[in-house]
């Protein structure tokens, strides 16, 4: 009952917005170091696809033995798959931003007229939807991020596993 009589702080109401500015933001970064990773992972998936469907395309018409021939064949198609299973894991994640007819009435009645305290603890709802956002985009990144890395490890050793093959068949 006096709870609900109680006025905010401004004080604290500033502070608790700072924090969740500062959540956010670490967060944002926290998304743009796993897009540099799913980045990276897919222009070596991309390199690693080109020469494999190139060369590997080449090599099987070599006679290796009927096993050497049925294992390499067996190995190309897997790490074909392996990696371009990858271009759907390493899609980019869609990102929530505050659509601009909000972002218009932030100049209008009656938000101009409220005080700053109401007006930060509508902003500080705001972030924290965002945050909450972000973190779940996160999480879904670095997931699909291991996946990525576990996808790439599977065509890289069959890719090196076709190499010993054709070494030891030649």
Same mark, same amino acid.
């Given at each position: 009952?006096?709870?609900? $009589? =109680? ?5 604290? %109401? !500033? ?12 967060? @944002? ?28 395309? $080449? ?10 021939? =049925?294992? &390499? $064949? ?10 371009? #299973?990858? %271009?759907?894991?390493? @899609?980019?994640?869609?990102?929530? /931003?505050? =659509? ?8 209008? &009645?009656?938000?101009? #007229?409220?005080?700053?305290? $109401? ?10 939807? !965002?945050?909450?956002?972000?973190? !779940? ?5 670095? @997931?699909?991020?291991?996946? #990525?890395? %576990?996808?790439? /490890? %599977?065509? &890289?050793? =069959?890719?090196?596993?076709? /190499? ?7």
């Amino acid at each position: 009952h006096r709870l609900m $009589e =109680a006025r905010p702080n401004d004080e604290t %109401v !500033a502070e608790l917005l700072a924090m969740v500015r500062g959540m956010l933001d670490d967060e @944002r970064t926290r998304g743009q170091g796993l897009d540099g990773k799913s980045a990276t992972l897919a222009g070596f998936t991309g390199t690693i696809l080109a020469l494999t469907t190139t060369l590997g395309g $080449e090599l099987l018409d070599v006679d290796l033995g009927d096993v050497g021939s =049925a294992v &390499f $064949e067996c190995l190309y198609v897997l790490s074909v798959i392996a990696l371009v #299973a990858l %271009v759907g894991v390493l @899609r980019p994640q869609p990102r929530l /931003a505050l =659509a601009m007819d909000e972002i218009r009435r932030f100049s209008h &009645f009656p938000l101009i #007229a409220k005080p700053p305290v $109401e007006v930060q603890g509508t902003m500080m709802n705001t972030l924290i939807e !965002a945050l909450a956002h972000e973190r !779940a985009l996160n999480e879904r990144k670095a @997931r699909l991020t291991r996946v #990525a890395a %576990v996808g790439l /490890a %599977v065509g &890289f050793v =069959a890719v090196a596993t076709q /190499a010993v093959t054709l070494g030891v068949a030649v």
